[in-house]
């Protein structure tokens, strides 16, 4: 007979992992429409382990939303000024999304990385939508490259969005981002 403590503590493990819309509220009020262009420092408000999770407590870099441990960092050639940065593996940011239409979809995003940068992946509602996406030298931190990840489908809906950091590359992290393009 399995110890009922050993099956709280599954089924609470399984609660915790498990986000879904409803759980965060949108960055200030407002849904990301796809298509559309959704600002990496700009995923949901709510607590770590419900919004988003980051590796170690502190924000290594810009003071730019409330207290997060995500690390944000302020570069000038980035669309709102700010980006995230000092990615590592197993982090992710959740963001309420709508998709207005039914479709494949390319995202064009702009990263950043001294030496081959690490990969990340885009689910939907728990599901895996982009498949891997790799995020190339830029030759250094301070330079932007904008990537394409082609036909993602997507359903029409309001979706939780989740990017999930899988890996680390030759720079020791996935790399800097700073939005994601979702364009029809």
Known sequence: ???????????????????TAGDTKPYQGKIHSIPGLIEAEHWDEGQAETAYHDIDEQNRGADY????????????DASNGHGIG??????????TVE??????????????????????????????????????????????KLITHKNVKLEKGV?????????EGDSKSIGDIDYFKFVK
Not at 65 to 76: A, G, L, N
Not at 159 to 167: G, P, Q, R, T, Y
């Open 159 to 167: 979706h939780l969005m989740k990017v999930i950091m899988d890996s």
């Open 1 to 19: 007979m399995k110890s009922p403590h050993l099956i709280l503590f599954t089924a609470f493990s399984f609660i915790a992992t498990q986000v």
């Open 99 to 144: 998709v207005k239409e039914s479709g494949l979809y390319s995202i064009i995003i702009p990263v950043a990385s001294k030496k081959k940068g690490g990969v990340f992946h885009i689910e939907m509602d728990g599901k895996d939508v982009s498949g891997p996406i790799t995020v190339p030298d830029t030759g250094s931190w301070q330079t932007l």
């Open 65 to 76: 939303r409330e207290k997060t441990q995500v690390d944000i960092e302020k570069r000038p």
């Open 86 to 95: 000092w990615t590592k593996k197993g982090e992710w940011l959740a963001y």
